[in-house]
T-cell receptor, first 115, second 109 residues
Framework: DTAVSQTPKYLVTQMGNDKSIKCEQNLGHDTMYWYKQDSKKFLKIMFSYNNKELIINETVPNRFSPKSPDKAHLNLHINSLELGDSAVYFC??????????????FGPGTRLTVL | RKEVEQDPGPFNVPEGATVAFNCTYSNSASQSFFWYRQDCRKEPKLLMSVYSSGNEDGRFTAQLNRASQYISLLIRDSKLSDSATYLCSMDTGRRALTFGSGTRLQVQP
């Protein structure tokens, strides 16, 4: 009965490869997010989707492309991986709507290592 | 000035101690505030929301000071299991949260 799940948990790959991370939530939330946490532990928003519609697209390279097939899923595809992409990527979801409903629930994270 | 600033610590305290963390923010338009707890190599988990009137949950008390633009977290009677990194966060007004870099707490026996 996992609330927010991500796969894979670990991803080790070579520079230049293309990889995807999947995220699913069963909380019935309207809004989903991708965050990146770097080696200095800073957690930064990358994207957010509300009901399959892109709301936030921070200054993230075009190599990163989110896709939301339905409001319960938000996948992240990364092209031409670079060393600097190594980080932990967290998916999250929230009910959305007013500020009162912005409590976010995080998935377990995907630890990406680019060699 | 960073959007959200926290003292990275670590705060090393003995069991049973009371410890307090502050977090300052620059976006005066933020409406909702939260404290998250993150254990090593785990995801952040919501510890508590922070309301204008202050709120308490067991040994944890959170307060918001809008005039001075900071939130605080007080932990009483610290337990070994409280050892973690505590992240403050607030909404950006665009349905996303801005996080501080976290304050590391180490409770020692």
């Amino acid at each position: 009965d996992t609330a927010v799940s991500q796969t894979p948990k670990y991803l080790v790959t070579q520079m230049g490869n293309d990889k995807s991370i999947k995220c699913e939530q069963n909380l019935g939330h309207d809004t989903m997010y991708w965050y990146k946490q770097d080696s200095k532990k800073f957690l930064k928003i990358m994207f957010s989707y509300n009901n399959k519609e892109l709301i936030i697209n921070e200054t993230v390279p075009n190599r990163f492309s989110p896709k939301s097939p339905d409001k319960a899923h938000l996948n992240l595809h990364i092209n031409s991986l670079e060393l600097g992409d190594s980080a932990v990527y967290f998916c999250a979801s929230s009910q959305g709507g007013t500020a009162d409903y912005n409590e976010q629930f995080f998935g377990p994270g995907t630890r990406l290592t680019v060699l | 000035r960073k959007e959200v600033e926290q003292d990275p610590g670590p705060f090393n305290v003995p069991e049973g101690a009371t410890v307090a963390f502050n977090c300052t923010y620059s976006n005066s338009a933020s409406q909702s505030f939260f404290w998250y707890r993150q254990d090593c190599r785990k995801e952040p988990k919501l510890l508590m929301s922070v309301y204008s009137s202050g709120n308490e949950d067991g040994r944890f008390t959170a307060q918001l000071n809008r005039a001075s633009q900071y939130i605080s977290l007080l932990i009483r009677d610290s337990k070994l299991s409280d050892s973690a990194t505590y992240l403050c966060s607030m909404d950006t007004g665009r349905r996303a949260l801005t996080f501080g870099s976290g304050t590391r707490l180490q409770v020692q026996p």
